[in-house]
């Protein structure tokens, strides 16, 4: 299972968010709900890279099918909109294939 967890702080606010673990649904390379979750994930931290001025840290451990990323400082509206965009479709993918593969959980720090 993919276990997502988004990081917000105490106002509400996105703090990053870590992916670990593989979907499960099926044969490597052939696990289209790791791959839907995988390209949400990297398409996040690019466009946040790409289209905004936010510092955060990085990191990915691909044989875990992990990635953690955290902002290390304030978080403009453009990264609170691609936040709310990763969400909406993890949120879509755990609806659609089940929670036995995808599971969104929600850390307040």
Same mark, same amino acid.
């Given at each position: 299972?993919? /276990?997502?967890?988004?990081?917000? +702080?105490?106002?509400? #606010?996105?703090?990053? *968010? &870590? !992916?670990? =673990?593989?979907?499960?649904?099926?044969?490597?390379?052939?696990?289209?709900?790791?791959?839907?979750?995988?390209?949400?994930?990297?398409?996040?931290?690019?466009?946040?890279?790409?289209?905004?001025?936010? /510092?955060?840290?990085?990191?990915? +451990?691909?044989?875990? #099918?992990?990635?953690? *990323? &955290? !902002?290390? =400082?304030?978080?403009?509206?453009?990264?609170?909109?691609?936040?709310?965009?990763?969400?909406?479709?993890?949120?879509?993918?755990?609806?659609?294939?089940?929670?036995?593969?995808?599971?969104?959980?929600?850390?307040?720090?």
């Amino acid at each position: 299972m993919v /276990k997502t967890t988004i990081i917000k +702080d105490s106002s509400s #606010g996105y703090r990053g *968010f &870590r !992916f670990i =673990g593989h979907a499960g649904y099926d044969e490597y390379g052939k696990d289209i709900v790791c791959a839907a979750a995988s390209v949400l994930a990297q398409n996040t931290v690019n466009s946040i890279e790409t289209f905004t001025e936010d /510092k955060f840290r990085c990191q990915v +451990d691909e044989k875990k #099918g992990m990635l953690t *990323f &955290r !902002f290390t =400082g304030s978080v403009s509206e453009e990264s609170k909109l691609l936040m709310d965009s990763m969400v909406l479709g993890l949120t879509s993918i755990e609806e659609t294939y089940g929670s036995q593969y995808i599971k969104i959980l929600f850390e307040e720090v």
